[in-house]
């Protein structure tokens, strides 16, 4: 027996007790003639104590010769501490050794195993195995699998079933690239990782399995943004005979359900709010409305003096942000030159000073006199004190560009309070969105995605104001969920595929198996998924989901620890009937 107990256990009541304990060596302090030792395993940390008087010579001689990230096993007495540590649950007792066996030793770690580390990210990646002994990091995959039970008791109570699809599949369009296989047995053929099961959900549906989840691996080959990982895990659930109202109510008591679990809060609100209201309020259609800072439109109010810049825009748009008015010029300039940024893109800001006496300074003083100040004022909410900074130029980009301003400012400003939580529903999301680069419309969800019944009609006219029974969950400013009522007739199905380009031989080629199931009774069906990681790391309060990861990848895709990706030697190449075109 390795252990009758584990190092976070033992308290006051097992003074006296005779234990055997195992794990991992944290700090070795040695005095000669006494020997303190912390042992560490998933549970806690434990002290353990030699001393010349009460423990065998060479057991002692041994205690001494340990160093950090030994694993060993240790038999001895329970006793009271001396000096008592009020920081680690088993502070007042610890451990009379009497005997020790060093079941494996270590080489000195490359990076301090405790709270606060010396490792840098890209050492601490590399021996993640290390890295997971640290609390922070063993503590988020504990969390992360708490996360996971509330999500499959609440959806098992929900008469969901949780039902595993491939992964070897054919391509799925969420708009990123495949992660392809090559098939050994099948010469000159691929198979595609799924980005999502979603079009086994719904054959899931037509098999009459009614209401679907999983907790499954997505893989999407998209150039890394920060915080985005090639293969992430989504709570993907689908329901039959349901309309929209039934899957926000089943996805809106998940979500209350998993922070009144995880966090203890009962969330008041659940507010719903359509994709274009999100833009024009927010100029984001994933709104963090844990603060205002609601955008004000300008057109009316200041497109009607000699102020070029204004007039020329399609949109003038403004925020106040509070207590700005006495920021000093420096301090303004500051911040235009930080909406000047490529990554914000503004060309300018112009600002208005609200002083506390009621009176207006801004940066147009030439072209717009106190009264226009004041309309500016009250469309933007700002109030004595407050700083209105307004934005001009394209509609689509300068609200983009404001929305960033608004998250900036709410970041500096400590609004976005990491324990509050403010879910918010945004709906309709239009069905087709252009794509510059490739001259076409794109499904903004997915093909699969049904039109607004009302909307269908301005398919041929007017595509891009085509709404769609789709919707976001957005919590804290994070999309953590999407999904559609889906589309179920196969005449209706093959007009969406026409309308987002495809032949009607690439769209038999790519998706015939599902028009086939179309024509066997398709019940109608809808569903939506949750993006797994990034829910964890909200709730866990942390800014970047590689914490809660137990492996992740980097910025590039790479496995740091494995060495992944890798090159294949020439056998398994043939065996693959694959031949390389690497350019030097
Ligand atoms: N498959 C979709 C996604 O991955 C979710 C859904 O529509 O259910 O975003």
């Not at 992430?232 to 089943?250: G, H, K, P, R, S």
């Not at 004190?385 to 500096?412: F, H, P, W, Y």
């Not at 496995?559 to 009937?577: F, G, R, S, Y």
Request: aromatic share 10%; glycine share 8%.
């Amino acid at each position: 027996m390795y252990r009758s107990h584990t190092c976070g256990e033992l308290r006051k009541e097992h003074i006296n007790e005779e234990v055997t304990l195992s794990g991992w060596v944290q700090k070795v302090r040695d005095k000669g003639f006494m020997v303190w030792i912390d042992l560490r395993d998933r549970y806690g940390i434990i002290q353990l104590i030699f001393d010349e008087e009460r423990t065998p010579k060479d057991v002692l001689e041994t205690a001494q010769q340990m160093g950090r990230e030994f694993v060993i096993q240790v038999n001895g007495t329970v006793i009271e501490r001396v000096s008592k540590n009020p920081n680690i649950d088993t502070g007042d007792i610890e451990i009379l050794v009497k005997n020790i066996t060093v079941l494996n030793k270590s080489k000195t770690p490359p990076f301090t195993i405790e709270n606060e580390t010396d490792g840098g990210d890209d050492l601490r990646m590399k021996y993640r195995y290390l890295d997971i002994r640290r609390n922070p990091v063993k503590n988020s995959l504990i969390f992360r699998h708490k996360v996971g039970i509330e999500v499959r008791n609440y959806l098992s109570n929900q008469d969901f079933i949780e039902i595993e699809t491939p992964y070897l599949i054919k391509s799925t369009p969420e708009g990123a690239r495949d992660f392809v296989v090559p098939s050994r047995m099948n010469e000159g053929q691929f198979y595609a990782l799924p980005q999502s099961p979603q079009t086994f959900k719904q054959l899931l549906m037509v098999g009459g399995m009614d209401k679907y989840f999983q907790i499954v691996k997505c893989f999407r080959d998209e150039d890394l943004r920060a915080d985005r990982q090639p293969e992430f895990t989504q709570i993907d659930c689908e329901m039959a005979f349901v309309e929209q109202e039934d899957i926000l109510n089943v996805f809106e008591g998940l979500t209350r359900h998993l922070l009144k679990e995880i966090k203890g809060i009962e969330i008041k609100d659940f507010p719903r709010m359509t994709y274009d209201e999100a833009m024009r309020k927010y100029g984001n259609d994933k709104p963090d409305i844990r603060f205002g800072m609601e955008f004000g439109e300008l057109n009316n109010v200041a497109q009607h003096k000699e102020f070029k810049v204004f007039n020329d825009a399609e949109l003038v748009v403004g925020i106040a942000i509070p207590g700005g008015g006495s920021y000093t010029r420096k301090e303004i300039d500051k911040l235009i030159d930080w909406v000047k940024r490529p990554q914000v893109g503004a060309l300018g800001m112009v600002y208005v000073k609200c002083n506390e006496d009621g009176s207006y300074k801004s940066s147009v003083d030439k072209f717009y006199d106190q009264e226009d100040l004041k309309a500016w004022a009250e469309a933007t909410g700002a109030k004595p004190g407050d700083l209105i900074c307004v934005l001009s130029g394209q509609a689509n980009k300068t609200r983009s560009q404001l929305s960033a301003l608004r998250m900036e400012m709410a970041e500096r400003l400590g609004l976005r309070n990491p324990e509050e939580f403010a879910p918010l529903w945004v709906l309709d999301f239009p069905l087709l969105e252009w794509d510059e680069e490739s001259e076409r419309f794109h499904a903004m969800h997915h093909p699969f995605t049904s039109p607004k019944p009302e909307d269908i009609k301005l398919l041929d006219t007017e595509p891009g104001s085509v709404r769609a029974n789709a919707y976001d969950l957005v919590l804290n400013g994070n999309e953590i969920g999407g999904g559609s009522i889906r589309i179920y007739d196969k005449d209706l199905q093959s007009l969406m595929f026409k309308h987002l380009g495809f032949t009607e031989e690439e769209a038999k080629a790519q998706f015939g198996f599902l028009m086939d199931a179309f024509q066997y009774g398709a019940p109608p069906h809808g569903g939506l998924a949750f993006g797994f990681d990034r829910l964890v790391a909200i709730l866990g309060g942390q800014e970047t989901i590689r914490d809660y990861i137990a492996f992740p990848k980097n910025n590039s895709g790479r496995d740091v620890m494995i060495d992944a990706p890798a090159k294949i030697d020439n056998d398994q190449l043939k065996e693959l009937h694959i031949k390389l075109n690497i350019q030097e």
